[in-house]
C-alpha cells in the first residue's frame, strides 16, 4: 500500500476514533499513569485500533505512541518511515466534557515530518498534511498568512500554564485551546497568529508539523532555532518550549515573551 493510499484510508480510521471518543466522552474511564498525568480508556483503546492498522497495512514501518507503543529497533530516527500517535491530545480538557481534544498522527520519513492528520471531533475540523506538500482543513487547501477570521480579534494560543511561566506582551487576544496540537494547526490554517508551545513530547507536536510547514509557518524553539524532530523520538527527551508562526514572523512573536 502506498503512503498516499494509507492516508486515505488511515483519515477515516482517525475520524471515526475520534467520533467514537466523542460519544464516550461523559464515562471516559479516566485513571492516572504512575508519573500523574491522566489516561482514559479511550486513549488506549484508539491508540491500539490505530497501532493494529497501521502493522497491518506498513508491518516494516515503525510507531511510537503515547501510550506505550514503541515498534522499531535501535534509534526510531533512523528508520524509513516512523508513524508518531497521539490518541488524544487534550486528555485532560476530553476528561473535562471540554471542546479543546483532538486525535493526531504524524508521519516521519528518515527523522522529517512528512505527513500527518488531525481530526477534531467536536468542531467537526479534519487536518491533513500530504507527503506531496498539501495542507488542508476539511478538503480546503489552507494558509499560514491566509486568516478567514480578519474581521475578528486577532488571537495568540498559549499553553494553560502560562500564567506561571511566561509575561505576554502580546496586543491581540491570548487563549488556550486544550490540546498543543491543535494550536499548531490553528497557526497552520491562520486563525490563530502564533503559538506558544510549552515543553511536551514528541507525539504532542509530530501530528501537526507537516501541516505547520506545509501551510508557511514553522516551529521553533525559544533560541530561534528550528525544531528538529529526529532527536525527539527518543521519548527520553522531551521538547523545549516553542513558537510556531508563519515563516518570517519569529520575531515578532518572540519579542512579546518573557520567561518567568
Same mark, same amino acid.
Given at each position: 500500500?502506498?503512503?498516499?493510499?494509507?492516508?486515505?484510508?488511515?483519515?477515516?480510521?482517525?475520524?471515526?476514533?475520534?467520533?467514537?471518543?466523542?460519544?464516550?466522552?461523559?464515562?471516559?474511564?479516566?485513571?492516572?499513569?504512575?508519573?500523574?498525568?491522566?489516561?482514559?480508556?479511550?486513549?488506549?483503546?484508539?491508540?491500539?485500533?490505530?497501532?493494529?492498522?497501521?502493522?497491518?497495512?506498513?508491518?516494516?514501518?515503525?510507531? $511510537?505512541?503515547?501510550?506505550? +507503543?514503541? &515498534?522499531? *529497533?535501535?534509534? @526510531?530516527?533512523?528508520?524509513?518511515? #516512523? /508513524?508518531? %500517535?497521539? =490518541?488524544?491530545?487534550?486528555?485532560?480538557?476530553?476528561?473535562?466534557?471540554?471542546?479543546?481534544?483532538?486525535?493526531?498522527?504524524?508521519?516521519?520519513?528518515?527523522?522529517?515530518?512528512?505527513?500527518?492528520?488531525?481530526?477534531?471531533?467536536?468542531?467537526?475540523?479534519?487536518?491533513?498534511?500530504?507527503?506531496?506538500?498539501?495542507?488542508?482543513?476539511?478538503?480546503?487547501?489552507?494558509?499560514?498568512?491566509?486568516?478567514?477570521?480578519?474581521?475578528?480579534?486577532?488571537?495568540?494560543?498559549?499553553?494553560?500554564?502560562?500564567?506561571?511561566?511566561?509575561?505576554?506582551?502580546?496586543?491581540?487576544?491570548?487563549?488556550?485551546?486544550?490540546?498543543?496540537?491543535?494550536? $499548531?494547526?490553528?497557526?497552520? +490554517?491562520? &486563525?490563530? *497568529?502564533?503559538? @506558544?508551545?510549552?515543553?511536551?513530547? #514528541? /507525539?504532542? %507536536?509530530? =501530528?501537526?508539523?507537516?501541516?505547520?510547514?506545509?501551510?508557511?509557518?514553522?516551529?521553533?524553539?525559544?533560541?530561534?532555532?528550528?525544531?528538529?524532530?529526529?532527536?525527539?523520538?527518543?521519548?527520553?527527551?522531551?521538547?523545549?518550549?516553542?513558537?510556531?508562526?508563519?515563516?518570517?514572523?519569529?520575531?515578532?512573536?518572540?519579542?512579546?515573551?518573557?520567561?518567568?
Amino acid at each position: 500500500m502506498t503512503i498516499s493510499s494509507a492516508l486515505t484510508d488511515l483519515t477515516q480510521l482517525v475520524t471515526a476514533c475520534g467520533d467514537d471518543a466523542k460519544a464516550q466522552r461523559h464515562d471516559p474511564g479516566l485513571t492516572r499513569k504512575p508519573d500523574g498525568s491522566l489516561v482514559t480508556r479511550m486513549d488506549q483503546a484508539i491508540e491500539q485500533r490505530l497501532v493494529s492498522y497501521l502493522r497491518n497495512t506498513h508491518p516494516t514501518h515503525a510507531i $511510537l505512541g503515547e501510550e506505550g +507503543t514503541r &515498534i522499531g *529497533t535501535g534509534d @526510531l530516527a533512523q528508520h524509513e518511515y #516512523v /508513524w508518531v %500517535i497521539d =490518541p488524544i491530545d487534550g486528555t485532560s480538557a476530553y476528561a473535562s466534557t471540554l471542546t479543546g481534544w483532538c486525535v493526531g498522527v504524524g508521519l516521519v520519513h528518515y527523522g522529517r515530518p512528512v505527513a500527518g492528520i488531525v481530526y477534531a471531533p467536536m468542531s467537526d475540523d479534519l487536518f491533513v498534511a500530504t507527503p506531496d506538500g498539501g495542507a488542508y482543513r476539511n478538503g480546503t487547501r489552507i494558509h499560514a498568512t491566509n486568516s478567514r477570521n480578519t474581521e475578528l480579534d486577532p488571537w495568540m494560543a498559549v499553553p494553560s500554564n502560562c500564567h506561571r511561566r511566561y509575561h505576554i506582551s502580546y496586543k491581540g487576544r491570548i487563549r488556550t485551546t486544550g490540546a498543543t496540537i491543535l494550536s $499548531l494547526c490553528y497557526v497552520a +490554517t491562520g &486563525i490563530a *497568529t502564533a503559538a @506558544l508551545v510549552g515543553r511536551c513530547m #514528541v /507525539w504532542d %507536536i509530530a =501530528p501537526a508539523m507537516a501541516l505547520l510547514r506545509n501551510a508557511g509557518a514553522e516551529l521553533w524553539d525559544l533560541n530561534a532555532q528550528v525544531i528538529d524532530i529526529a532527536p525527539l523520538l527518543d521519548i527520553s527527551r522531551g521538547t523545549p518550549a516553542m513558537l510556531a508562526a508563519p515563516i518570517a514572523q519569529y520575531d515578532t512573536f518572540r519579542n512579546v515573551i518573557t520567561i518567568g
